[in-house]
């Protein structure tokens, strides 16, 4: 029988599991996602509605009249959120197509999945790289807007009746992030090509916003918003925010229930999707 | 042998597809070669040691824990995949780097592993030229490199000489060598003989998802008493060699070879065999003797087809 030499003792290799797994997986993506010029000036375009909004606070502080046309109250966060759901859109389409799409094409998925990390940590990992790209164009402009807008009108933002604008904003700004990001990595990981699921997410959610849209001028019913993720989106914008628009106007829980089983469906297509092995039948 | 891999009773299917069929074995430290033609079940047998697929039965156990759902495990193993797994717009040391990371070395200490790893690997000349412009060679040496980045006990290597050039086969044979001797597990697949022989004399034969043999070539060589064992010799006088040896009752046959000098025996029991011929050698002149049967490939054919 061979006789193994044993002198290879000299094991540095940690044991237990980091409790921060995914982070390293978050920050290569995003390097690599930022080096990319036309991607900065995306995110540099999905500012422009932030600094429209503060112009907007400034001059309606220093001309009251101005509120006739641009008012600035609650609705206004609503409105901003609203908008800025059209630049996590893109921002998931343009950041977030190939984030599985490309490992599953390259097998780097394997790579992954042959070091410390569970496929729960991959996922999260992708997941934190939309999360902060789509957090950074609505949750940080929509509080910086509403810490401008307290500074620049104290008087009118500064009351305990207005109290609940900043969790609205984070609330807002969460579920959008959360749901875009959910459903990008989901399409993104139905596919090898990080085209072909840029081009499925775009169709998902712009084609479900045209059936609402023909519902809508079919029957006149607000409920044809439960159809659309960004109807879903802006429903909910308009119960948090007050905003009254009567094709949003229902209960909040109604697009709060379709966006929860939207990102449970999207969580179920990630656990069967995300493996090392691909298995054919 | 310690095993540090174990495979009890392992069976893995694909709805009616069966890839491993009730498998138990035990692999230790040193390398092993595992051996199979395409389809055989290596990829799944490895997989599953990786904790890349569950077991459908039984278990697999690598350095004594269950190996799928037990992430924490590959600080101590190295996987190198046969698919090309890349991030192509990346550098070789970008691309260890990263991996390096993902195993919880901070950048500093991360780098300065990638960097041992591609001298390892002869990459590092290539180190800062994108992966999408390697070559095929070049691309399996790399995943070999991310395989031994963070020194691990236990390395699985499927196919890992595909498309080498000679020089970096040779280079990549003597490296899995060092490393077995260095008393780490080292798993070997392969479906080309000869690669696997130039690596290790242990192996574990397997076909349609069974393990047809396992052990030292030799071993398994004299588990096939039924199987004739050749010998061929090169005498000055062939013909008087097969005179002196034929009449014993333990060779089957004699076969003069085409150049005159050599002649190939077969015989029933080797052990007899050879302490008969001394001296009918030694009259005969017989300058080489070797057995081809020991060449893997001819037990692996015989295997097969039983």
Same mark, same amino acid.
């Given at each position: 029988?061979?006789?193994?030499?044993?002198?290879?003792?000299?094991?540095?290799?940690?044991?237990?599991?980091?409790?921060?797994?995914?982070?390293?997986? =978050?920050?290569?993506?995003?390097?690599?996602?930022?080096?990319?010029?036309?991607?900065?000036?995306?995110?540099?375009?999905?500012?422009?509605?932030?600094?429209?909004? #503060?112009?907007?606070?400034?001059?309606?502080?220093?001309?009251?009249?101005?509120?006739?046309?641009?008012?600035?109250?609650?609705?206004?966060?609503?409105?901003?959120? =609203?908008?800025?759901?059209?630049?996590?859109?893109?921002?998931?389409?343009?950041?977030?197509?190939?984030?599985?799409?490309?490992?599953?094409? =390259?097998?780097?998925?394997?790579?992954?999945?042959?070091?410390?990390?569970?496929?729960?940590?991959?996922?999260?990992?992708?997941?934190?790289?939309? *999360?902060?790209?789509? +957090?950074?164009? =609505?949750?940080?402009?929509?509080?910086? +807007?509403?810490?401008?807008?307290?500074?620049?009108?104290?008087?009118?933002?500064?009351?305990?009746?207005?109290?609940?604008?900043?969790?609205?904003?984070?609330?807002?700004?969460?579920?959008?992030?959360?749901?875009?990001?959910?459903?990008?990595?989901?399409?993104?990981?139905?596919?090898?090509?990080?085209?072909?699921?840029?081009?499925?997410?775009?169709?998902?959610?712009?084609?479900?916003?045209? #059936?609402?849209?023909?519902?809508?001028?079919?029957?006149?019913?607000?409920?044809?918003?439960?159809?659309?993720?960004?109807?879903?989106?802006?429903?909910?914008?308009?119960? +948090?925010?007050?905003?009254?628009?009567?094709?949003?106007?229902?209960?909040?829980?109604?697009?709060?229930?379709?966006?929860?089983?939207?990102? +449970?469906?999207? *969580?179920?297509?990630?656990?069967?999707?995300?493996?090392?092995?691909?298995?054919?039948? | 042998?310690?095993?540090?891999?174990?495979?009890?009773?392992?069976?893995?299917?694909?709805?009616?597809?069966?890839?491993?069929?009730? /498998?138990?074995?035990?692999?230790?430290?040193?390398?092993?070669?595992?051996?199979?033609?395409?389809?055989?079940?290596?990829?799944?047998?490895?997989?599953?040691?990786?904790?890349?697929?569950?077991?459908?039965?039984?278990?697999?156990?690598?350095?004594?824990?269950?190996?799928?759902?037990?992430?924490?495990?590959?600080?101590?193993?190295?996987?190198?995949?046969?698919?090309?797994?890349?991030?192509?717009?990346?550098?070789?040391?970008?691309?260890?780097?990263?991996?390096?990371?993902?195993?919880?070395?901070?950048?500093?200490?991360?780098?300065?592993?990638?960097?041992?790893?591609?001298?390892?690997?002869?990459?590092?000349?290539?180190?800062?030229?994108? $992966?999408?412009?390697?070559?095929?060679?070049?691309?399996?040496?790399?995943?070999?490199?991310?395989?031994?980045?963070?020194?691990?006990? /236990?390395?699985?290597?499927?196919?890992?000489?595909?498309?080498?050039?000679?020089?970096?086969?040779?280079? $990549?044979?003597?490296?899995?060598?060092?490393?077995?001797?260095?008393?780490?597990?080292?798993?070997?697949?392969?479906?080309?003989?000869?690669? /696997?022989?130039?690596?290790?004399?242990?192996?574990?034969?397997?076909?349609?998802?069974?393990?047809?043999?396992?052990?030292?070539?030799?071993?398994?060589?004299?588990?096939?008493?039924?199987?004739?064992?050749?010998?061929?010799?090169?005498?000055?006088?062939?013909?008087?060699?097969?005179?002196? $040896?034929?009449?014993?009752?333990?060779?089957?046959?004699?076969?003069?070879?085409?150049?005159?000098?050599?002649?190939? /025996?077969?015989?029933?029991?080797?052990?007899?065999?050879?302490?008969?011929?001394?001296?009918?050698?030694?009259?005969?002149?017989?300058?080489?003797?070797?057995?081809?049967?020991?060449?893997?490939?001819?037990?692996?054919?015989?295997?097969?087809?039983?």
């Amino acid at each position: 029988m061979p006789i193994y030499e044993q002198t290879y003792r000299r094991y540095e290799a940690r044991a237990p599991l980091r409790t921060i797994r995914s982070w390293p997986i =978050t920050r290569e993506a995003l390097r690599l996602i930022l080096s990319r010029r036309a991607f900065l000036g995306l995110l540099l375009v999905a500012w422009g509605q932030f600094l429209f909004r #503060v112009i907007q606070v400034y001059v309606v502080t220093r001309l009251p009249e101005a509120a006739r046309v641009l008012p600035i109250d609650g609705r206004m966060f609503g409105q901003f959120l =609203t908008i800025q759901t059209l630049f996590t859109l893109l921002l998931s389409i343009f950041g977030g197509a190939g984030l599985i799409a490309n490992d599953l094409r =390259t097998g780097a998925i394997l790579v992954y999945l042959s070091r410390p990390l569970t496929r729960r940590d991959y996922v999260i990992g992708k997941l934190g790289v939309l *999360l902060a790209l789509n +957090l950074s164009v =609505t949750l940080v402009p929509g509080l910086l +807007l509403y810490l401008i807008a307290l500074a620049l009108a104290p008087e009118q933002f500064a009351k305990w009746s207005l109290a609940w604008i900043a969790p609205a904003i984070v609330l807002q700004s969460v579920v959008t992030s959360l749901v875009m990001s959910l459903l990008a990595l989901a399409v993104s990981s139905l596919s090898r090509s990080a085209r072909v699921a840029g081009l499925g997410f775009f169709g998902l959610v712009f084609g479900l916003e045209v #059936v609402r849209g023909v519902l809508r001028a079919l029957y006149d019913r607000p409920e044809s918003a439960l159809l659309s993720i960004q109807a879903d989106l802006q429903s909910l914008a308009n119960a +948090l925010f007050g905003m009254g628009e009567r094709a949003f106007q229902m209960p909040w829980a109604y697009p709060a229930s379709v966006l929860l089983a939207v990102s +449970l469906a999207c *969580l179920a297509i990630l656990r069967a999707r995300v493996r090392a092995v691909e298995i054919v039948r | 042998m310690t095993a540090t891999l174990e495979y009890v009773r392992a069976s893995k299917w694909y709805g009616p597809v069966i890839a491993l069929n009730d /498998v138990t074995t035990a692999v230790g430290p040193g390398v092993t070669g595992l051996l199979g033609p395409n389809g055989a079940g290596k990829s799944t047998f490895l997989k599953l040691a990786a904790g890349q697929l569950a077991p459908s039965q039984g278990e697999v156990r690598v350095l004594g824990r269950i190996s799928w759902g037990s992430p924490e495990l590959f600080h101590r193993v190295g996987v190198c995949p046969e698919p090309d797994a890349f991030w192509e717009s990346l550098t070789g040391l970008q691309f260890l780097t990263a991996l390096l990371s993902l195993t919880g070395f901070d950048e500093a200490e991360g780098r300065r592993r990638a960097e041992a790893a591609l001298e390892q690997v002869a990459l590092a000349d290539a180190r800062n030229r994108k $992966i999408g412009g390697y070559s095929k060679g070049m691309r399996q040496r790399i995943k070999l490199g991310q395989a031994l980045a963070h020194d691990p006990e /236990v390395l699985l290597l499927d196919e890992p000489l595909s498309g080498m050039d000679p020089v970096n086969r040779r280079r $990549i044979v003597d490296l899995v060598k060092k490393l077995g001797r260095e008393g780490r597990t080292v798993l070997v697949s392969s479906h080309i003989l000869h690669e /696997v022989e130039a690596m290790t004399r242990r192996v574990l034969l397997i076909h349609n998802g069974r393990i047809l043999a396992e052990g030292d070539v030799r071993e398994i060589r004299d588990l096939m008493d039924e199987h004739p064992h050749t010998v061929a010799l090169r005498a000055r006088d062939p013909r008087a060699l097969a005179r002196a $040896i034929v009449g014993a009752p333990h060779v089957l046959s004699v076969v003069f070879g085409a150049e005159g000098e050599w002649l190939t /025996v077969q015989t029933a029991r080797p052990d007899d065999f050879y302490a008969s011929v001394h001296e009918a050698a030694l009259e005969a002149g017989v300058s080489e003797m070797y057995s081809p049967d020991e060449n893997l490939e001819s037990v692996f054919r015989y295997l097969v087809a039983r």
